[in-house]
């Protein structure tokens, strides 16, 4: 098996770390394993998939983001211009003043909180842990017993499907500060959530992110597509139409980010 690659310090595009002989399912895989725990930035734009070593002091934010407003397409970390958080007890403490915040004297659903959070349920939040989604935070911020916080925890069954042919379960949780009665979850009659063995970085909540299928074809398309946009500067494009591309792209959206990333809650 080749030596692993080092990945860059600056952003450079993902289809110019790999030659298009070298990219394969398996380098894929590796992307993937590498961005789940925060060894590499992965920004995946329309243009390219951007990444760069986590480790440097280089910013949440790619050469691609201002064009595109900081948008990328959610895989499986924190968006542009945040950070995740550097340890879960950061990220606990955090998540119990937020839940402090919302749940007065009502139930604060696990999704009504992925909704209102620039996350999805498949976002890593603390660096260097691929297992720490919103969900398995809430479980092991539950089973610390805050004072004063109640917790319920629920198993969802997600769809069948050709890419999904086994049965997928994945944690659905409500939790209160001060209320009475059944939670929502239970009010429906969903199953009670058991905490799982996880062998893998991978998580049963991945099954709606883009999979390593997807990450190889759309890197594979920019290595076969001879006529694309691939500079970051106007300057270095021969063609004159992708050159008025790049430019309108670079007017739109933020120049800089702001000063400092945040953290998501």
Same mark, same amino acid.
Request: charged share 25%; aromatic share 2%; hydrophobic share 35%.
């Given at each position: 098996m080749a030596a692993r690659k080092e990945w860059p310090k600056n952003w450079t595009p993902l289809d110019e770390i790999y030659a298009q002989r070298e990219w394969t399912l398996q380098e894929a895989q590796v992307v993937s /394993?590498?961005?789940r725990s925060y060894a590499i930035w992965v920004h995946w734009h329309e243009e390219r998939v951007m990444t760069a070593d986590a480790q440097s002091e280089l910013r949440n934010w790619c050469p691609l983001c201002p064009a595109s407003w900081g948008d990328t397409r959610f895989r499986f970390q924190v968006p542009p211009e945040f950070r995740p958080f550097n340890n879960v007890r950061e990220?606990?403490? /955090?998540?119990?003043?937020?839940i402090r915040k919302q749940a007065s004297g009502s139930w604060l659903l696990s999704p009504q909180m992925v909704d209102d959070l620039p996350? /999805?349920?498949h976002t890593r939040l603390v660096r260097g842990l691929p297992h720490t989604t919103l969900g398995r935070l809430i479980e092991q911020l539950a089973s610390e017993k805050p004072q004063g916080l109640k917790f319920c925890g629920h198993t969802q069954a997600q769809e069948y499907?050709?890419?999904?042919p086994a049965p997928t379960f994945t944690p659905l949780w409500c939790v209160a500060t001060?209320?009475?009665?059944?939670c929502p979850f239970c009010t429906?009659?969903?199953?009670a959530?058991?905490?799982?063995v996880l062998r893998t970085d991978s998580l049963p909540e991945d099954i709606h992110a883009p999979d390593n299928g997807e990450l190889w074809q759309v890197v594979h398309d920019f290595h076969e597509n001879a006529h694309r946009v691939p500079?970051?500067?106007p300057d270095e494009i021969s063609c004159p139409d992708c050159r008025q591309v790049v430019i309108w792209r670079q007017d739109q959206g933020p120049k800089t980010p702001f000063r400092d990333d945040n953290v998501v809650f």
């Open positions: /394993r590498a961005e990220a606990l403490d /955090r998540l119990e003043n937020s996350i /999805r349920p499907s050709l890419v999904n001060d209320t009475e009665g059944l429906l009659g969903l199953p959530w058991s905490p799982q500079s970051l500067t």
